[in-house]
């Protein structure tokens, strides 16, 4: 069984910062991938950033330069510091894990096998 169970979220007013954390538990061994993807209303689920444990971040372009991750291997966590937040970043954040053989992790949601509840970020002006 692993659990994955992100904290924070909230409103923001655009142009403002606020900082997600994911935490992985559970029944899952290294390497595995771990990732932050959001829904918004009427949209389909897309990624935002991923990495493997022992991988490199990847961004998806409408987040680069604006969202960073950072993974600490020894918590099992993974913050989203989200800056210059726009209407656009308006959705649902999901965190996602999924054990892996080899360092390579799909931008694609359904590839992901764990999911957290969600937390909720809504940029007001």
């Known amino acids: 069984q692993v659990q994955v169970v992100e904290s924070g979220g909230g409103a923001v007013q655009a142009g403002g910062t606020t900082r997600l954390t994911c935490v992985v538990s559970?029944?899952?061994?290294?390497?595995?991938?771990v990732g932050w993807f959001r829904q918004a209303p009427g949209k389909e689920r897309e990624w935002v950033a991923i990495?493997?444990?022992?991988?490199?971040?990847e961004y998806a372009e409408s987040v680069k330069g604006r969202f960073t991750i950072s993974l600490d291997n020894a918590k099992n966590a993974l913050s989203l510091q989200m800056n210059s937040l726009n209407f656009d970043d308006t959705a649902t954040y999901y965190c996602?894990?999924?054990?892996?053989?080899?360092?390579?992790?799909?931008?694609?949601?359904?590839?992901?096998?764990?999911w957290g509840q969600g937390t909720q970020v809504t940029v007001s002006s």
């Open positions: 990495v493997a444990t022992n991988g490199d971040p």
């Open positions: 996602a894990a999924r054990g892996v053989s080899a360092p390579y992790c799909s931008n694609y949601w359904k590839w992901w096998n764990y």
């Open positions: 559970g029944s899952i061994d290294r390497p595995y991938c």
